[in-house]
């Protein structure tokens, strides 16, 4: 693993995490849009004190270089490349373990996570120990070219999760968390397809916040919803629901019909 960009800053407050493969084109679009709307909405978190750190899988197209010339030109973002280990949930825990900041925020490289809101999320950190932006709140609309398979995966994942937590949108990967919390979490599955979920339950947070957000398409990049994710969040349930409730063997069996519920609707969707 090698680590470029900006050099330590004692005043680092909080921590954007953002997992990325193959996102080369989206960074400096991301960089520029978060720090931007920092810079006109932040109150308590600025330029200054946020750093956003980038977990890339080896991408190797030009996403380091990308960084290094953002890192020039005063933007407090840095990059760690993995080289011998590669997923999505262990990229989001690794940002966490390697961040600087006390308030702990990840989101996503494609711009479907609107930069605008990373200001809203961060604030709602100072007074509860787990934040979401929500796809799901009141007045918010998905996009309309959102394709209709993935919205049916969506809204049958919430269902399945809801028995674990309150959370309105649990499938997010819109979310923060305080460094206090975070250290509480024990048994971490970094092969879950949701870390959002995971972190929640693994970690017993005590109070949580809602941000809605208008979830958009991606720009470029590569999606990153494969058959082998979803049978990883498949797993993550059938562990999770023992885990949250260790004296009732009647949740595995739910996990286990409801795992085997949304297999059949993802395969009635495709074909």
């Excluded at 590669?86 to 990840?106: I, M, N, P």
Aim: hydrophobic share 40%; charged share 25%.
């Amino acid at each position: 693993m090698t680590a470029r960009g900006s050099k330590s800053e004692q005043n680092t407050i909080a921590s954007i995490i953002v997992p990325a493969y193959k996102e080369g084109k989206n960074i400096q679009p991301l960089v520029e849009r978060v720090f931007a709307a920092l810079d006109k909405n932040g109150k308590t978190f600025t330029k200054e004190n946020t750093e956003l750190l980038i977990v890339d899988d080896n991408s190797r197209d030009g996403s380091e270089e990308k960084v290094a010339e953002l890192s020039t030109k005063g933007y407090p973002v840095r990059i760690l490349v993995r080289t011998k280990e590669r997923g999505l949930s262990s990229a989001v825990l690794h940002g966490f373990d390697q961040a600087r900041g006390k308030y702990l925020l990840c989101m996503d490289a494609d711009l479907q996570h609107p930069p605008e809101q990373v200001p809203d999320l961060l604030e709602k950190l100072q007074t509860a120990e787990f934040v979401i932006g929500t796809r799901y709140g009141k007045g918010v609309a998905i996009d309309k070219n959102w394709p209709l398979y993935r919205r049916v995966i969506s809204a049958t994942s919430r269902l399945m999760a809801r028995p674990l937590t309150p959370l309105s949108d649990p499938m997010t990967g819109f979310f923060g968390i305080t460094k206090e919390a975070y250290k509480r979490g024990k048994d971490i599955n970094k092969i879950g397809f949701k870390i959002c979920m995971e972190l929640y339950v693994k970690c017993a947070c005590r109070s949580a916040a809602e941000v809605p957000f208008s979830f958009g398409v991606r720009t470029e990049g590569e999606s990153k919803l494969t058959g082998k994710v979803i049978v990883h969040y498949l797993q993550q349930l059938a562990q999770l629901y023992p885990y949250q409730y260790p004296w009732s063997p009647i949740a595995f069996v739910v996990a286990i019909l409801l795992a085997l519920y949304i297999l059949l609707v993802i395969l009635r969707s495709i074909f």
